[in-house]
């Protein structure tokens, strides 16, 4: 079965350079949500979308943006990346909103040197 | 917003044994609350999730129970397996109708099945 596509699977950038992360839920999905993750360290709510409108908003920095686009995939825009920023990137996706299951992709992990 | 506090940190258990791990969640409001099995590097996994309306779940080696009064449940794995050992999280969230409310993860349990 088809499940959460994430690219790229690893990045590396500098410190103020710019970083796209890309999601593609499964397949029918509408729901989409972004998480950090460092090491160690649980899962921190980052945004998410439903049926391509901002729905909730964690602890996501003003240098990050996201958007769901109308084929549902959805991209998070990093910019003036800072050593901090270095982790897992999850994105998870579910049919129908929140309070149901939602399954995590492969990750994209970011480091900035 | 909500609060998953979970406990313990860490677990080791022979292989054979079972395994518990607790939540407390503090928004009452929560009505869904999945568990995650991650290995080191890997995505989080589902492996089973429970409704505020059922009391159990079970799933082969994997129950889950739920006490609404008092906020909190619970992952109980029995006949533990080496490749058991990951870090398991449980979380919380709120079904609302066209919103896409978060998922607040507790902060994980490492959990050891030794030979």
């Known amino acids: 079965a088809a499940g959460v596509i994430q690219s790229p699977r690893h990045l590396i950038k500098e410190k103020r350079e710019t970083a796209t992360l890309k999601c593609y839920p499964i397949p029918r999905h509408d729901t989409v949500y972004w998480y950090q993750q460092g090491p160690g360290q649980d899962p921190q709510f980052l945004i998410s979308?439903?049926?391509?409108?901002?729905?909730d908003k964690g602890s996501i920095p003003d240098r990050f943006s996201a958007q769901q686009f109308s084929d549902y995939h959805s991209e998070l825009n990093m910019s003036s990346l800072e050593l901090g920023d270095s982790a897992l990137y999850f994105c998870a996706s579910s049919l129908g909103g929140g309070g149901l299951r939602a399954f995590f992709g492969q990750g994209t992990r970011l480091t900035v040197v | 917003g909500e609060n998953v506090e979970q406990h313990p940190s860490t677990l080791s258990v022979q292989e054979g044994d079972s395994a518990v791990i607790k939540c407390t969640y503090s928004d009452s409001a929560s009505n869904y609350f999945p568990w995650y099995k991650q290995e080191l590097g890997k995505r989080p996994q589902l492996i089973i999730d429970i409704r505020s309306n059922v009391g159990e779940k079970k799933d082969q080696r994997i129950a889950v129970t739920l006490n609404k009064t008092a906020k909190h449940f619970s992952l109980h794995i029995t006949e533990t397996q080496p490749e058991d050992s990951a870090v398991y999280f449980c979380a919380a969230s709120m079904r609302v109708t066209g919103t896409a409310s978060k998922l607040t993860f507790g902060t994980g349990t490492r959990l050891q099945v030794t030979l």
């Open positions: 979308f439903y049926e391509k409108m901002q729905s």
